[in-house]
């Protein structure tokens, strides 16, 4: 059987879409972007299947109940030290 009528139509890009150059700039776009789609996939999976998604409820021993006045360890060794002086060099 063959096809009367006119033949379909096909849709003519313009010349800057048919460039070697525009050709591999989306090519290697696409590319990029399957290759990201794919890492943030796996890293998703990798994360929900080790985090456990419950509730955070904070234990009289976590120590979340602290006073904000209290100084930790890290803050008392710091505030023993000596200021530092930038040196002058006006004369």
Not at 19 to 39: D, K
Not at 46 to 58: M, R
Not at 66 to 90: E, F, I, K, N, V
């Amino acid at each position: 059987m063959t096809r009367t009528g006119p033949s379909p139509r096909r849709v003519r890009l313009p010349g800057w879409a048919r460039t070697v150059r525009m050709r591999l700039a989306l090519t290697y776009s696409a590319t990029l972007f399957g290759v990201t789609a794919l890492i943030l996939a796996g890293v998703y999976l990798a994360l929900s299947s080790t985090v456990v998604a419950a509730p955070w409820t904070p234990s009289p021993s976590s120590g979340s109940r602290r006073s904000p006045t209290a100084a930790s360890p890290t803050s008392r060794a710091s505030s023993s030290r000596p200021p530092t002086s930038t040196p002058c060099s006006t004369p």
